[in-house]
Every structure is written in C-alpha cells, then in structure tokens.
C-alpha cells in the first residue's frame, strides 16, 4: 500500500525557516517524480513545488521561487521541502504527492500544517 | 499569471448530473493541458478522480467522467449520490513541470 506521511510543520515566525520532510513507503520512491501541494485556511489548492526522479531537474510556483527549495534522499525514500524567509502567505497545510508521467498526482499524505505568525 | 477558473458552487439534486468546467484567464483548455481532477472533503486530502482528461483513476465510480466541451475540461458527475457532496478541483498543466490548480467549485448534493 502506498503511503505519504509528511512532517515538520509547525508555528514559525515571519522571516523564519522551517523543512518539512514527506517519508514514503509501498512503492519504489526512486522511480516517482514528487511533489508538493498546498491549501491555505479555508482556500484552494495551490501547487508548490515539483521534483524529478533523481532530483535533477526542479520546479517551483512563482509564488515560493527563491525562497523555497524542494529535495529528495533516495536511499532514505523521503521527500523534503526548505521552506525559507516565510510569511504570513505561506500558511497552510502542506501536502506531498506523488506525480506521474501523464502530468498528474495519484497518491497524496495527509499533510502538515505550517503557520507563520508572530 | 496564468489563472484556472471554476465555478464557486453548483447544486444538483440526487440522481441528477452535474457538469463543472475549468476555463484558462486567457486561451481555450485543450489535452495538451493535460486537465486532472481531484475530489476533496473538508480536512481531508484530496483523492485523484480523472487524469490526462478523461481517464478515470483507479476505484473511481463510471459516474465520473471528464472531457473537452468547448474551449474548457469538463467534470461531469451523473447520478449523483449524497457522498458526492464536497469540493472540486481541476489542475492543468501550463508548462514545463508547471501546474496550477483551478480555483475550486463546492458541490451541493440536495
């Protein structure tokens, strides 16, 4: 069974650095390109970031470009996020997901809450 | 910026068959934007309903069905049942490794 489990959210303050890490098991990590996705309070989703397979090649929405980096540990099958000069924006539930070749995602965790307060 | 619209909310009685649609600011929705569907209930993490626009994902019922009307990807859901109550998203695929997700439509099963 494919599962997601992402951690490291938490209360951070404007400015601040927070990593979220997604740690997948169920299925081969290394041949899935990653990604990550999130949804304010009470809004949409929006999607974050996105990694290929052997982490060469990244993406990232306009909206985090520069302040935040997506990565990937093979050998430890897990997924990360280093979130950087946060705002206020940037809270939200954080979820990783599985992206595949035919431009979609098919397995998500259940996320992890990220609130950047003072 | 590149937005993906939706309709907020939609009504449809039990039964009855709904179409929500995900339009571009600027441009028509083709295949090439590869348009994905995703069913989320509040709290909960979104599940994959359609891909690559109308290929329904693994254990989702055939009352789901997606497609190309006009110049927008298409959700349509027929016979709807009560559990069909939530939110909806489209993501289309915009450019390389870059997606962005449609605005949501909140479904209303009365």
């Known amino acids: 069974e494919v599962q997601l489990l992402e951690s490291g959210g938490g209360l951070v303050q404007p400015g601040g650095s927070l990593r979220l890490s997604c740690a997948s098991s169920?299925?081969?990590?290394?041949?899935?390109?990653m990604t990550w996705v999130r949804q304010a309070p009470g809004k949409g989703l929006e999607w974050v970031s996105g990694?290929?397979?052997?982490?060469?090649?990244?993406y990232h929405a306009d909206s985090v470009k520069g302040r935040f980096t997506i990565s990937r540990d093979n050998s430890k099958n897990t997924l990360y996020l280093q979130m950087n000069s946060l705002r206020g924006e940037d809270t939200a539930v954080y979820y990783c997901?599985?992206?595949?070749?035919?431009?979609?995602?098919?397995?998500w965790g259940q996320g992890t809450l990220v609130t950047v307060s003072s | 910026q590149t937005v993906v619209t939706q309709e907020p909310s939609f009504s449809v009685s039990p039964g009855g068959t709904v179409t929500l649609t995900c339009g571009l600011s600027?441009?028509?929705?083709?295949?090439?934007?590869?348009p994905s569907w995703y069913q989320q209930t509040p709290g909960q993490a979104p599940r994959t309903l359609i891909y690559?626009?109308?290929t329904r994902s693994s254990g989702v019922p055939d009352r789901f069905s997606g497609s190309i009307l006009g110049n927008k990807a298409a959700l349509t859901i027929t016979g709807a049942q009560a559990d069909d109550e939530c939110d909806y998203y489209c993501?289309?695929?915009?450019?390389?490794?870059?997606?962005?997700f449609g605005t949501g439509t909140k479904v209303t099963v009365l």
């Open positions: 169920g299925f081969t990590f290394s041949n899935y390109a």
């Open positions: 993501v289309l695929y915009v450019d390389s490794g870059i997606y962005v």
């Open positions: 997901a599985r992206w595949r070749a035919g431009n979609y995602f098919d397995y």
């Open positions: 690559n626009t109308n």
């Open positions: 600027s441009g028509s929705v083709s295949t090439s934007y590869y």
């Open positions: 990694i290929s397979t052997a982490g060469i090649a990244t």
